[in-house]
Every structure is written in C-alpha cells, then in structure tokens.
C-alpha cells in the first residue's frame, strides 16, 4: 500500500507498507503489516512489524526529527530548540498496558535551546530570584547531550523524564546539568490543535462568504 499523504493535525507523507494475512483478524489468523514507512516532522518513522490482533509491542523508530517541526504542531512557541532527535517507541495500539511503555529519545547531534524575549520578559517581572537564575543558565546554551524516557497512558498523560548536559554559549567554560520533568495530556492538547485549525478554517470560509456576498453585490 502506498499513500502521498494524509493529515491528522501533522503532514504524513510518502506512506508505505506491506499488508497480508486475513481480515476480520483473529488470533490464529492474524492481519500483519511490514516494512512500515513514512516521512513525517521533517524525519522519518519506521515499523517494522505490526500484527492485529496485537499481542507484543510494535516498535516506532523515530529518526531524524526535527525539534522546531514538533514544537511547530505543537503550536509552543516559548522556547526556540533547534536540532534533531531519534527515539525509539514501544506501542500498543489498544492503550494497554499504556500506549507508549518506556520509550526513548536521545539527541542526534549537539542542540541549541533559546527561551523567547517575552517569557524571559514575564520572569523577571514577576518571578523570584532563584527562577531569574535559572532562565538566565537556560538561555542562549548549546545541549551536548539529551536523553529522554517517556511514557502515554490510556487517558493520554504524557510523562517525559530528561537528562542535558549543556554549555552556556557566553560562557565558554560554563557547564550546566539539568534533569527536566514534563507532564501533559496529550490527547487535549491534540484536541487544542484540532480546534485551532477549525477556527482558522471558519474564519476562512465567513472571509470568502462576505467577499461572494459583496461580489453579488456588485453586480446588482
């Protein structure tokens, strides 16, 4: 099966993938897809097998993706993180026990990470020292190394565990270590994207509606 693209929230493009096996699936006659492809977040993810009904994890391997196309979709603007990443996937597609279980990210190459003029603007307005100090070392540094384990439930919590090692870039001989937790849910903030772009659609279509309306206008 090959598929240009499809959009979910995010471009999917140049799909390929081997089917065989029976539909309806059941154990003993199992539905297997193979040799899984497809280019997205400005990298490529493969699988490379993937059987209904599932009974082991299908592993996503995630390479070459970029940090600005995933902040990008994620429409988080705050931070500028330039670079690549790969990570490996373990996934369920049914959400049990989770539908990512202990999987990995790590940094393809050294990274640059900025924090926007107006997040840096609000901290010091209105945040104590300690978090002034803190912004300050963030910003502006290059990430030697970064490795990541995260984990999606079946409600879709997102927990994402990182480790850097970084260099202040006007400090060429300062070295931070810094551990970051994240916690989000990821299926509202797909719900966010996907409201975001109806908007934008509605908005689109009254635009064009009053220009048609004046066109007839016109005419008249």
């Known amino acids: 099966v090959n598929i240009d693209e499809v959009n979910v929230g ?25 040799k899984l492809t497809m280019n997205l977040l400005d990298g490529e993810l493969k ?31 705050q931070i500028d993180l330039r670079g690549r990443a790969n990570a490996r996937l373990p996934f369920w597609l049914n959400g049990l026990p989770c539908y990512i279980c202990n999987g990995e990210l ?19 307005k209105s945040s104590g020292y300690s978090e002034q100090i803190l912004v300050y070392l963030l910003n ?4 030697n190394e970064l490795k990541s384990r995260l984990d999606l439930t079946k409600s879709g919590d997102l927990t994402l565990k990182s480790q850097l090692k970084m260099k202040l ?13 994240h916690k989000e849910n990821l299926f509202q903030l797909w719900h966010l994207i996907n409201t975001g772009s109806y908007v934008e659609q509605d908005i689109e279509n009254r635009l064009y509606q009053k220009l048609d309306n004046q066109k007839l206008d016109n005419l008249k």
Not at 140 to 143: A, R, V
């Open 47 to 77: 699988v490379e097998s993937f059987s209904l009904p599932q009974l082991k994890p299908a592993y996503l391997e995630l390479a070459h993706i970029r940090f600005e196309s995933l902040l990008e979709v994620a429409q988080y603007q």
């Open 169 to 181: 870039n006007q400090q060429a001989n300062a070295l931070l270590n810094f551990n970051y937790n």
């Open 140 to 143: 502006d540094t290059t990430i």
């Open 106 to 124: 790590q940094q393809e190459s050294p990274s640059t990470l900025k924090i926007s003029k107006e997040i840096m603007d609000a901290i010091s």
């Open 10 to 34: 995010l471009p999917i493009r140049d799909i390929h993938v081997n089917v065989s096996g029976y539909y309806p699936y059941h154990r003993n006659k199992p539905l297997n897809l193979n």
